[in-house]
């Protein structure tokens, strides 16, 4: 079987993260934790946070404009803008719109993508959606994350598994030699309850005795969460590399989403791909949502562990739940 060629490619990247950086000591200040506990259950040894003021618009803002500038694309001559968050700045209007203003992307439509961890795929198939149909010319990608708005910093079991940070890509036709090869997505609302917020919005709207019960915040089943993230990343890899026509053995690195090293390894041993060949930065920023994969992105393309000619998986999972897979040809 012949690998289908790609219709859209990756033009540049470009990342943020903020640099306050924060050891597993240090959240010993808000809960009873330690290094030992998080760093063999998780792999987290340090985190990034934003500045109390510093906004996710703001963080996606500079690694948008990073990514334009190594493609040598001016604001104005992108036609859309795809910003995935599950921690927007404001519920109304979208984060994507705050990005349009902050960097004149003047003639861009722009919208937010709510998948949680696993919406940046799921809005590079958007924005590959709008270029292989003819839609648009430039699409700027973007995930911008900032989980310590939205993390119950007296719950051990959720705040230190999280981290902030922003990852960005600009996409544009190619000539069929490299870019997105393939992709599948799916999604489970009845399992929604397993990673969510349980207040805010119409459904249960905030009062003040919601908020002093930390409702608006995030709650997790944790061990729930993991069995359905290597089921789940597993089927997502099997149906992305079948869509390509390819095998785990013609893969030449993995980029998971960064959520906790165990279920890395579990989902590569799954697809047949070994650890060297799978780029982990989770030690480092912990899990960033839908942030997580345009970051580790970046920097394989820029430290080098991408070459030209490479085979790219990658796979997430997240709130929803939601899941998902691409390959990319570089
Ligand atoms: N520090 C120290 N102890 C902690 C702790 C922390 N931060 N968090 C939990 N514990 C304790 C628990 O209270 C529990 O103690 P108990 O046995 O006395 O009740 C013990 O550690 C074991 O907790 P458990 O939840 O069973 O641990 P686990 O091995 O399942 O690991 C996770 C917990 C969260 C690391 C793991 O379930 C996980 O990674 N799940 C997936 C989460 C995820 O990635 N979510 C995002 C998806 S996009």
């Known amino acids: 079987m012949s690998m289908s060629s790609p219709a ?28 030992e506990w998080i760093r063999t259950r998780t ?89 292989a149909a003819g839609r648009a010319e430039t699409v700027l990608v973007v995930a911008t994350e900032k989980m310590s708005a939205i ?28 870019g997105i090869v393939s992709s599948f997505h799916a999604s ?10 349980k207040s805010g919005g119409a459904k249960v709207p905030l009062t003040p005795e919601r908020v002093a019960e930390r409702e608006h915040l995030m709650l997790m089943s944790g061990r729930e969460i993991f069995k359905n993230a290597v089921r789940s990343m597993a089927q997502a890899c099997d149906e992305a590399l079948e869509r390509a026509g390819l095998t785990g053995d013609d893969i030449d690195l993995m980029i998971p989403h960064q959520a906790n090293i165990r279920i890395i390894e579990s989902t590569a041993k799954y ?29 394989a393309l820029e430290d080098g562990t991408i070459e030209s000619g490479m085979k790219v998986l990658s796979a997430t999972f997240g709130a929803g739940l939601t899941w998902g897979a691409m390959v990319w040809q570089f």
């Open 151 to 178: 993390l119950d910093w007296t719950d051990r079991t959720t705040c230190v598994l999280f981290g902030d940070g922003s990852g960005a890509a600009v996409l544009k036709r190619g000539d069929g030699s490299k």
């Open 43 to 131: 792999g987290i040894v340090t985190r990034r946070l934003a500045r109390e003021d510093e906004l996710a618009a703001e963080m996606a803002a500079t690694a948008s404009r990073i990514a334009l500038e190594r493609a040598g694309i001016a604001p104005d001559e992108v036609d859309a803008i795809i910003l995935s968050t599950a921690t927007p700045d404001r519920l109304l209007p979208s984060t994507a719109c705050d990005l349009q203003a902050l960097i004149a992307a003047d003639r861009a439509m722009a919208f937010d993508v709510q998948a949680a961890c696993s919406g940046w795929l799921y809005a590079m198939s958007m924005g590959e959606g709008y270029l």
């Open 188 to 197: 489970d609302g009845r399992l929604a309850e397993l990673l969510w917020r």
């Open 8 to 35: 859209v490619e990756i033009v540049s990247t470009g990342r943020y993260l903020p640099d306050r950086i924060v050891t597993n000591d240090d959240l010993r200040e808000f809960v009873d934790t330690n290094d």
């Open 271 to 299: 697809a047949g791909i070994p650890m060297d060949k799978v780029y982990v930065n989770v030690d480092r920023y912990g899990n960033m949502s839908s942030a997580s994969i345009p970051v580790a992105l970046d920097e």
